[in-house]
């Protein structure tokens, strides 16, 4: 058992897990909504019952916004960062364990851009963001409409099929692996890291979970190690091979950043496109208008991103004493900003909890967040979705869930596990999307 593991549990999870045990005995709502099956299954009816009358809330041991407005200023506002404060001083031997080996590279610790701010932030940011601006993944749109025909042709045609592991999930992993510079034959591996990495976003999971977790990221540091020595010997045309060209990130940020970007460019994507599929099926008269109107598609992506966001929340930690909506805030205090939330505040979309694929001003949700921490993939992610949900109604027009869709056991990161469907008939030769 390695003392920097354990470390990392106790102060990243482990307290808070005892927190939350100890507030979901009182009936807490927050500890209902992160740590608990309903939190999961039904987040949005806990949401409408803790946002009051909108601003700031508190809900030991930190502090929670549901406003629209006030979410996307603290994105904004550099007061604010997005460093976890410690809940326990490190003792010695973990920092010399530590020093001689430092945690595998992950998602969530440093230095991942997601836990980092400036300087440091922008010098990680800098050497992908050009891999990610609308005229890049523009030039991707070919590479993503023939890895969906791909699929679709391999789903059975009027029979079973899982449309998360054959579908939802095989789209973004082909092309971030693209990308990447992976080969084609390493994409289900990846899928398993995913799986067991995921949970590291969630507040509070269990040592076992946290454990594999960081197993898996043994192994991901270890390809990726393996993976970036042979770009260095004969670079491709992918963003690791520019980045490794570029000699300005060590081996250790590169697998950092490759670590990052492999599951961003997946997680959120698959989510998106499996609750698309589930909000289209349960509207057909929403369905039906994309059908007769596939302009809209684009702004149905922007709906489902909204509506049911796949990354709930977010948090914020003060970096110096502030004021929010009226009430004073210590430095170190730690903010949890609900996406979900705001992307429902009835003060910004009017009828929130209503489906509606032709909203004006579905776009102004925070599902990528906002400010400096904007997600880099979303573009490519709405590009991704709105392909893959369009080709598979086309394809399949009779399309129907067999069972009720079995929910990812994650808070934040917020999805299907399975989709049971079956296809129905097969339009043979259906329009491509251009």
Known sequence: MK?????RWVNNHGV??????????R????????GSREGIDNPYALIEEMRGAGGLHRALPVWITFDHDMVRDILRDNRFGVGVPTVLTMPRPVRRALERRPLP?????RPSMLVLDQPEHTRLRKPVTAAFTPRAVARLRERIETVTEELLAELPDNGPTDLVARYAAQVPIAIISDMLGFPDADREMFLRWGDDISPLLDLGISWRTHQRAMESSERVHTYLVEHVERLRADPGDDILSSMVTAGDLSTYELCASATLLMAAGFETT???????????LRHPDQLDRLRAEPDLWPNAVEEILRIDPPVQ????????DVEVGGLRLRRGSTVVLSLAGANRDPAVFPDPSRFDITRENAKTHLSFSSGIHVCLGGVLARLEAAHALRALFEAFPDLRLTEPPVRRPFHTLHGYEHLPAHTGRRVRGHQSIS
Do not use: C, E
């Not at 590279?105 to 610790?109: A, F, G, K």
């Open 313 to 320: 929340a977010t948090a914020r930690t003060t970096r110096t």
């Open 27 to 34: 009936g807490d709502p927050f500890s209902r909504l992160n």
């Open 270 to 280: 698959v989510n998106l496109i499996g609750k698309g599929i589930t909000w289209l």
């Open 16 to 25: 808070i897990r005892l927190f939350k045990k100890i507030l979901l005995l």
């Open 3 to 7: 003392p920097q593991y354990v470390y």
């Open 105 to 109: 590279p992950n998602p969530v610790d």
